[in-house]
């Protein structure tokens, strides 16, 4: 079976990781088709649209989507895309490796990020000079939706520890519906829970991360709480994620363009590949992402690493180790 995966590199350093992405994904022998789409600064530049219509066809076509990073037009185009393969769910793992100087070794986390709504709808407006507002929508049945998913997450992926962050001290009607939902869900699985303040939980996860697994989000905090997991494990160059939605998914990196060490060659891939695993795990090869996670782990550990990481590899070098390792 032929799969067609839409390739979509953006700016910077999403010009760079992507490429190792699918030249990893080349190296298994799965028969996938890549599509190649263009988005970003400078298509934003060439022709007024950062996603142009052909690219958001592409994904929409597509089983999957790789996406690299975008720059200054990063909201007209990852949320957007994330649209367009109706995402519901963006799951992002924070997993510290042998090998690497962690703040906190033994990390295993997973954040199971709301991904329609919240603050991130966009409805803001500036109602008189000098006062602007932004509306945040919560709905039972988006809160449901990504409870059900993470519980399910947990359970398949053998998770113990599941625990749903919120702030519904504060925001009674917006988090409080968003908690009340997530816990009957959690309730009516029979599955174990928790629930977090959010800001305390930021606290607990730098000091004691290992007492905690799968995490349920709203949308926004889903996103603070896992760039904070980032700093523990090494960095935002080992945060892949996935933005799953019924029939299609996207998947990309925590990280962003980094303009900085774009053209330097020297951008460190790990979340790419990483992502790509996650893209395997999605269209049911799961033996193959176990052999990409596998080979990355090995690489963290033992091979060459990138300067973000203390080593002075290139994207190529360490694209090349983790291809042996498969």
Known sequence: MTHEIAVIPGDGIGQEVTPAAVEVLGALGIDF???EGEAG????????AALPRETRAIAADADATLFGAAGETAADVILPLRRVVGSFANVRPAVSYPGLDAVQPGTDLVFIRENTEGVYKGIESEV?????TCTRVITESASGKIAEYGFEYARQ???????????ANVMRQTDGLFLDTAERVGEDRGIEYETALMDALAMHLVMHPEDYGVVICPNLAGDM????????VGGLGLLPSANVGEDNALFEPVHGSAPDIAGDGVANPAAMILSA???LDHLGYDEDADRVR???ESTLEDGPKTPDLGGAATTE?????VIEGL
């Open 33 to 35: 088709q890549f599509v």
């Open 41 to 48: 600064d400078a298509v934003e530049d060439a022709t007024g």
């Open 128 to 132: 008189a000079d000098g006062v602007r």
């Open 157 to 167: 992926n053998g998770y113990d520890d599941v625990t749903i962050a919120h702030k």
């Open 225 to 232: 709480l896992s760039d904070l997991a980032a700093g523990l």
């Open 277 to 279: 695993a996650m893209l």
């Open 294 to 296: 596998t080979a990355v």
């Open 317 to 321: 070098e360490v694209t090349a180790a």
